[in-house]
């Protein structure tokens, strides 16, 4: 490893580092700090999180992508992604139909970042994945099944 | 053709017809499986667990206020490329064969002064436990992609080696079980998850191989004391000392089942 | 208590940088036990940003659905080789961090 690649900044509690970043120029204030979006995070079903969202009523689109694989091995950890080809997403969000919250994540694109967001979720069972992709002041939405299996006793 | 044979022929085409989608669901669910895996192989959680281990190796620690730069694992003092593919070996200096964390206990007590009690006593990921995954993590990503490659020829490793199969075949616990129930056949699986036939080299090559790992179940990273633990706790029987001969004996026949496999190391499992 | 590092790999490529980063986090639910019964608090991020020379280039969300030690990749266009990328989280204890890495 390399250690000169990784530079650790600052370490410390909350606003006050990010008040600190903010006023060394790292972080823009007024655009990375917007309030966590806790309504729809707490959010139980799929109704209620889209609601919260402000996406009652998505459109399907086969310009939208869920990847990830057909099945899980374990639901602790499930590669899982959006695409969108949609010109001017601004917003990508992952949910999971069956799981107590239903978000998973949400992600704010700028100009020049691309419509493909990887990450790794929970999932509590075999569940439909859902990407949400928000491009103007249209919401559009596409749905993947992973199945998750049970495993031995870790290789 | 009479129509009893007909009757029969035509079973028989519609068993091999189900046979056939049953193998080809099942294969397609092992596509899947793989194409799970190798999505977590990029971004393996390991990773942040051996920057920990590389900072702890150039660390000063202990009563002699030393770091482990000049640890031998084998290849030289300093030497960890490559190091691990060939561990357990033969030591002269302690006149023991050892795996890697019974080595690196060696190379705390000699270049750093610390007890090998306190690794010995201490719980799995806890206090000088904890610190010695964090080594075997680093001293293990050096070794990713080299060959496994224990050298055999000591009497010593002989020793081990049929110590090792010994143990490996002895059955004990409520359920009377030996590791050869589970990993002594080729094609079982349990549920999802195929078994590797540990007595074969393709076997103990991917078993051996890639470990140790990082757990996604549980998110924690495992060294092969841990993994080798656990067998035993499966087997619902006396879990061994850490450290002890007999978990490095199974460590022997193991990686000398599995020489010349390829090391994925540290592994990502389920 | 104290935060862990990160690892962060950034590399660009015809203009695209592709960065990929691992973050050590328990990403504690609230929604298990302990051994004596008693739930074990959520603790997770909620919050996460990349920027690149300063400018935000990705901002996230987390709830507590999001697999312990999150990994998260993502291309943007722009970026040059020894360009400052970071990436900057906030847990919902009020703990945050940022790691830094020049991009290959």
Known sequence: MNNQRRNVLKTGTGAAVLGALAAAGIIKPGIALAEWNKAAFEAKSMADTLKALGAAQPTDSKEVQVTGPDIAENGAVVPVGVTSAIPGTTLMAILIEKNPNALAASFTLPAGTEANVQTRVKMGQTSNIYALVKAGDKFFVATKEIKVTLGGCGG | MNNRLKTLALALVVSIVGQAQAEDTSAKLLDGINEYRDALADGNPSELVAAEGEELWKTARGPKNATLERCDLGLGPGVVKGASAQLPRYFKDTGKVQDLETRLMTCMETLQGIDPQEVVKAKWLKGEREKMAALVAYVVTQSNGHKIKVDMRPPAMKQMYEMGKMAFYYRAGPMDFSCATCHGDQGKRIRMQELPDLRTNAGAAAGWGSWPAYRVSNGQFWTMQHRLNDCFRQQRTAEPIYGSDVTIALSVYLAANGNGGKVVTPGIKR | ?104
Request: net charge positive; proline share 3%.
């Open chain 3, 1 to 104: 208590m104290a935060t862990k590092p990160m690892r962060i790999r950034a590399s660009v490529k015809d203009g695209v940088t592709e960065v990929k980063a691992l973050i050590a986090h328990e990403m504690e639910t609230g929604q298990r036990k302990d051994a004596n019964g008693a739930v074990i608090p959520a603790w997770f991020i909620t919050e996460i940003t990349a920027t690149h020379n300063g400018k935000v280039v990705l901002s996230g969300e987390f709830g507590t659905a999001v697999s312990k030690n999150p990994y998260l990749a993502f291309r943007f266009k722009g970026g040059a080789a020894g360009d400052k990328l970071a990436v900057s989280w906030k847990d919902n204890k009020g703990e945050s961090r940022t790691d830094e890495v020049a991009i290959a």
